[in-house]
């Protein structure tokens, strides 16, 4: 029976074990150099949708459903899932690539349905909704808490026999003769293993470059605006305003805001330096797209901002692959939609190690290779929102 060790402690190294134990590996081991959740994972704004153009991501946020309804029977723990609904808007510029991207995916499955502006309005009322064209509402969709959800998911790992180490910070990983064989941690200590799942965001890339992996992954700076807005609102969808280019939900009493315009990411040299506080430019810009779109909040307030870094690759979709090492997969380059699709990344990611192919519906793993950067063919959405680079 195969050892596995997963580098990276967070959603996508919790999941890939997670699976792995249901095709009846139970030698894993999972590494992490900090606390499980610290990366990523915990800095989350937590969004669930399967809104997606891509046929494989959205079938991968169509299985991660029914993970984050079923966590409580699943792995005993309330991932605090708030089952809210989704709500998308769009201008007339984008009408045709939504409507088609729609059509794909109810054709996959997905429960979606094209609503007016009016019946938007009613789900949202202190918005105005007088720039749009349509909307589509997604009932299963909503938010999640990431760091609730990969604990929940560790203390279930360790129940089934899953060492996890934190603390335990990779200083190399071992292959010779086009195999892996272990790692060998900052401390000198040697983990042997017979498939290694790289699972550590940017900083994968670190550890994959001395063996001759290149992986295409930049981090890019995230900034978010929590705005109180001093008035009950209820428990509305999660909104993607596809014409003010934002999201927003709520988090407890108040709303968390975060860019959606693909054309204003900042890239960072290192995923683990930038600020810890969104600028004042970031802050004026969501104060004033809050107030216009959110006319009926008549006393809204900056309450505090959250920063954070995504693994964005530059089709924005990830790698769940197999590399030219024998026994080394990665699993990386999540691009901002990793927790959303995690439970389905998971599966794939243990699909490869195991079968080689997708056991998943209308997931292809070809999709997700790692040679598709070099090879020119880039993984994107063939119904493009204008506006919305790379996140649809």
């Known amino acids: 029976m195969s050892k596995v060790v997963i580098i990276g402690g967070g959603i996508i190294g919790a999941t890939t074990a997670y699976a792995l134990l249901g095709k009846g590996i139970t030698d894993i081991t999972i590494l992490e150099r900090d606390t499980v959740g610290s990366g990523g994972t915990g800095k989350t704004a937590g969004i669930i949708r399967c809104h997606y153009g891509v046929t494989s991501i959205c079938a991968l946020a169509l299985y991660s459903l029914d993970f984050f309804e079923n966590a409580k029977e699943l792995i005993g723990t309330d991932i605090e899932f708030e089952q809210v609904g989704y709500l998308v808007g769009i201008g007339a510029e984008n009408l045709e690539p939504f409507r088609a991207s729609l059509a794909n995916q109810r054709s996959i499955g997905v429960e979606t349905e094209e609503i007016t502006p009016a019946a938007a309005k009613e789900l949202w009322p202190t918005a105005n909704v007088d720039d749009f064209a349509t909307f589509c509402l997604e009932p299963r969709g909503g938010y999640g808490d990431g760091y609730a959800t990969v604990q929940g998911l560790a203390a279930y790992l360790r129940t089934q026999g899953v060492a996890i180490k934190q603390g335990a910070k990779v200083a190399e990983l071992i292959a010779a003769e086009g195999k892996v064989s272990g790692v060998k941690l900052v401390n000198g200590e040697i983990v042997e293993a017979d498939v290694v799942v790289v699972a550590a965001g940017a900083w994968s890339v670190p550890l994959l470059a001395p063996l001759g992996i290149d992986l295409p992954i930049t981090p890019q700076f995230v900034q978010e605006v929590v705005i109180d807005p001093a008035m009950e609102l209820g428990t509305p969808p999660v909104f993607s305003d596809l014409v003010s280019m934002q999201y927003v939900h709520l988090r407890g009493p108040e709303l968390l805001f975060g860019n959606s315009d693909g054309s204003s990411v900042t890239p960072i040299t290192d ?122």
């Open 271 to 392: 995923p683990d330096v930038y600020p810890n506080h969104a600028s004042n430019e970031a802050i004026e810009r969501t104060a004033e797209k809050a107030i216009n779109r959110f006319p009926g909040i008549e006393d809204p307030g900056v309450s505090t901002t959250t920063t954070g870094q995504v693994d964005s690759t530059p089709d924005n979709n990830a790698i769940i692959s197999a590399t030219d090492i024998s026994g080394l997969f990665v699993a990386a380059g999540m691009s901002g939609h990793g927790f959303k699709i995690s439970p389905g990344v998971g599966r794939l990611m243990a699909d490869i190690i195991v079968e080689g192919e997708s056991t998943i519906p209308n997931v292809k793993a070809s999709d997700f290779r790692l040679s598709r950067f070099a090879e020119g063919d880039l993984l994107l959405s063939p119904y493009p929102y204008v506006g919305a680079v790379g996140i649809r």
